[in-house]
């Protein structure tokens, strides 16, 4: 920390932490133990060969994940059912003293990419009216970062922002910064944003594009931080809103009704060294510009360059820097949307996994992180590792089974140096109860979120008692179809990121469903390999293939799984029905209600490039915000232009485009020329679009 | 049906009218009309190029300043650890 900051004061909840801590690991290893023996009485050789210690070793290293998921979920339950974390941040001051904390001055940031204007716009203006509510919006500027790199899409962006400007009175105070190169993704986004204007401001907010977040949670985020300096990142728990296929349906089930036992759990055992999400949290501009840059690995490969996820280690330098980051579960009115379908998910999921997995390089090398933070960065790489690591544990059980058929049994194996030969011994009760055992730790927290859901008083909000527990029963089949798809994915993704393949950085798609095409192609490769495993299980042994159904049935299955749960019919029929439903499609919140059906921003019977040729008010707050130089060769420009008279922007590249966009000069020779076009010209044509009444 | 030309200006003036946030109720249009009828006194020929010329003028349309893109940069720096 610099001189002129005070050193943050320590505070009570390490010790609670550590001892949270310590019964976690405690429990997890022997939880982990048990399972262990468990599997190796199953193993017929009892874990005395090569292969079979290769089983055992990822068998303790997959059980102790899940355990650790297990045992966080029920501390989430054992807090939820005292009536919240007497440790946590919120319960640090009483309602008073919040109330009567003056806020500072503070941005909310939006960083955007190639998103859906109208429905991040819809967000941004309901967090805008929500906060005017409080009577507190004069604290609050509002800044739209855009990485948009396509002169269709940031024109788009800045006609809405202008609108929005318009609409809300904002002029002054809502600000639209376009950056034409995306240097560093959107940490180097948030960090140019930093740069030029952090300095103003106290606090930011961090917004992505599908958030939203309600007034009063954004003035009670603030005044917290007034309250303890030593904060540097005070992190939400958002909900999941707006579902509307079947896919992104139950993500927000899930998320609406087993979220809060996990993020109660996690954030109890985090405290104040907990991870940062990227987005609907608060961030001490100070501290994280003075600690918080993130400098390209110095590694090989994967482990070389740019971070790719930067939250989790922005989170972990503030600690470094001594301040503290909290996540609190209990601060309501933060929400997000679900990728809409399967495929958007994996898609992301790409991004993800080699963002986490590059924290390896973190995580070992890293001096002085806390070691709260080295175990977010382990949580984030499992996340993904574990795939590969079933893959491969499946692979090896496929193995020991072929093995065990096909070859003559090995009475003297050469690891054991014994007189007496080794009985391959096979005990399928010890089997059925390990995967019962299993089931236990998956399940349970599922179960226990129901309880919470009917002791907390709330079944109405989920549609009664039963349709709750359908609901869940319905998400758990669903979830285990698409476990084994997302372990193959995930498996590859983990696989290319180690070899380093180069991705494609893309916005999220958040409204199309999937085609059967785009689905048979996608996971062709993951059901060719199921249907070969599951004929190679039947050939070898009719109790190897059933055990490898649970596996091979859902990859067979997965491009139907894919489009069936893609559809928006089927989401909204399940509604209909009042399946998986949740509090905030029942009782919509302003907030929620806002985004559910966004207010265009922009008239859709022009693209965003013809509207900023042919509106005269777009056209002219275009041209006063061009660039005041011209690099372009001006016959070059002359050639453009002269095209784009005659065909529109179809008749142009991306480069040519955004250049002639970007010239406040040529916006005005294309306007007037448009507005005298023949009528069966292409602009002639745009024209008559215009004249219609209805446009606008 | 296409428009003959006098409609069709009469229509560009009027889009133009509304889009630049004009009401277009009878006084405005009689005052467009009354626009293309003066224009058309010189010949159809460039009868667009000086129509459309002649709106902004004619109808007094504001040119409001736009919102502030961004406010004025106070530079600062990121710093970075030594090691990562």
Request: with cysteine; net charge positive; charged share 20%.
């Amino acid at each position: 920390m610099t001189d002129d900051t005070p050193r943050p004061r320590r505070h009570r909840w390490k010790p609670v932490a550590v001892l949270r801590r310590t019964t976690l690991i405690v429990l997890v290893i022997a939880q982990t133990l048990a399972g262990l023996y468990g599997m190796q009485s199953v193993l017929p050789y009892h874990g005395g060969n090569l292969l079979e210690k290769g089983i055992l070793f990822l068998f303790a290293v997959l059980f102790a994940w899940i355990s650790v998921g297990f045992w966080t979920a029920l501390l989430g339950f054992w807090l939820r059912r005292r009536g919240g974390d007497p440790w946590s941040l919120v319960r640090r001051y009483d309602a008073a003293t919040v109330a009567a904390t003056p806020l500072a001055r503070t941005a909310v940031v939006m960083p955007i990419y190639n998103e859906p204007v109208d429905r991040t716009l819809a967000g941004l203006r309901a967090t805008i009216q929500s906060l005017r509510e409080t009577g507190e919006l004069d604290h609050f500027d509002f800044y739209l970062l855009s990485d948009s790199r396509d002169a269709e899409q940031w024109l788009e962006e800045r006609t809405g922002w202008y609108r929005l400007c318009e609409e809300q009175g904002l002029q002054g105070r809502l600000f639209y910064r376009h950056r034409p190169v995306n240097l560093n993704f959107k940490s180097g986004n948030v960090a140019d944003f930093l740069r030029r204007w952090g300095r103003d401001y106290e606090y930011m907010v961090v917004l992505d594009a599908d958030s939203v977040m309600g007034g009063h949670t954004l003035t009670r985020m603030v005044r917290h931080m007034e309250l303890a300096p030593q904060i540097g990142i005070l992190q939400t728990s958002p909900s999941l809103i707006n579902a509307h296929s079947a896919f992104a349906r139950f993500q927000q089930f899930a998320n609406r009704v087993y979220g809060p036992l996990f993020t109660a759990g996690l954030a109890g055992i985090q405290l104040g060294e907990a991870a940062y999400w990227g987005h609907n949290a608060i961030i001490r501009c100070k501290p994280f510009m003075e600690h918080c840059g993130l400098r390209h690995l110095s590694g090989f490969g994967l482990f070389r360059g740019p971070i790719m996820s930067h939250d989790f280690v922005e989170a972990a330098y503030m600690g470094r820097a001594g301040y503290e980051v909290w996540m609190e579960p209990e601060l309501d009115e933060s929400y997000e949307e679900s990728p809409p379908t399967l495929v958007d998910e994996l898609t992301r999921d790409r991004r993800w996994a080699k963002g986490n997995l590059q924290h390896a390089w973190l995580f070992l090398f890293a001096p002085k992180l806390r070691f709260a933070h080295r175990m977010a960065f382990l949580n984030g790489i499992l996340s993904y590792l574990s795939s590969p690591i079933w893959l491969a544990f499946l692979v090896l059980t496929s193995i020991e089974a072929t093995r065990l058929t096909l070859w003559p049994i090995d009475y003297f194996p050469e690891q054991q140096n014994s007189m007496f030969p080794a009985w391959p011994e096979w005990h399928p009760h010890w089997a059925v109860g390990l995967i019962l055992s299993t089931f236990f730790l998956l399940f349970l927290p599922k179960f226990l979120a129901i309880l919470d859901v009917l002791l907390s008083g709330k079944r109405r909000q989920y549609g009664g008692a039963w349709r709750l527990f359908f609901s869940v029963c319905l998400e758990l089949l669903v979830s285990m179809l698409l476990a084994p798809i997302r372990m193959l994915t995930h498996s590859r993704y983990v696989l290319e990121s180690l070899f380093n393949v180069s991705l494609h950085w893309g916005g999220q798609n958040r409204t199309d469903e999937t085609g059967w095409r785009e689905a048979l192609v996608s996971h062709a490769p993951g059901t060719l390999l199921a249907v070969g495993w599951a004929g190679l299980a039947l050939w070898l042994d009719p109790f190897f293939f059933f055990w490898s159904l649970p596996v091979a049935l859902p990859l067979i299955l997965a491009a139907p799984t894919s489009v069936v749960l893609s559809r928006m019919a089927l989401g909204e029929a399940l509604r209909r029905h009042r399946f998986l439903l949740t509090p905030e499609e029942q009782r919509l919140s302003p907030q929620v209600d806002a985004i559910a059906d966004p207010r265009p921003l922009n008239p859709g019977a022009l693209s965003a490039f013809d509207a900023a040729v042919v509106d005269p008010r777009l056209n002219r707050m275009h041209r006063a915000l061009a660039r005041r130089r011209r690099c372009l060769d001006p016959e070059a420009r002359e050639e453009w232009v002269q095209r784009c008279l005659k065909h529109g922007p179809d008749g142009l590249n991306r480069r040519q485009l955004n250049a002639l966009a970007r010239d406040g000069e040529v916006l005005a020779r294309l306007h007037t020329a448009a507005w005298v076009a023949a009528p069966d010209s292409y602009w002639g044509e745009r024209i008559g679009l215009v004249k219609r009444r209805d446009y606008g | 049906m296409t428009d003959n030309i006098v409609e069709d200006a009469l229509g560009r003036v009027l889009a133009y009218l509304r889009l630049s946030g004009v009401t277009v109720g009878t006084g405005t249009t009689r005052a467009a009309l009354r626009l293309v009828d003066e224009t058309l006194e010189a010949g159809e020929d460039g009868l667009l190029e000086r129509l459309m010329a002649a709106v902004p003028e004619r109808f007094g349309l504001d040119h409001p300043e736009p919102p502030m893109l961004a406010p004025p940069v106070r530079h600062g720096s990121i710093h970075y650890a030594r090691r990562s």
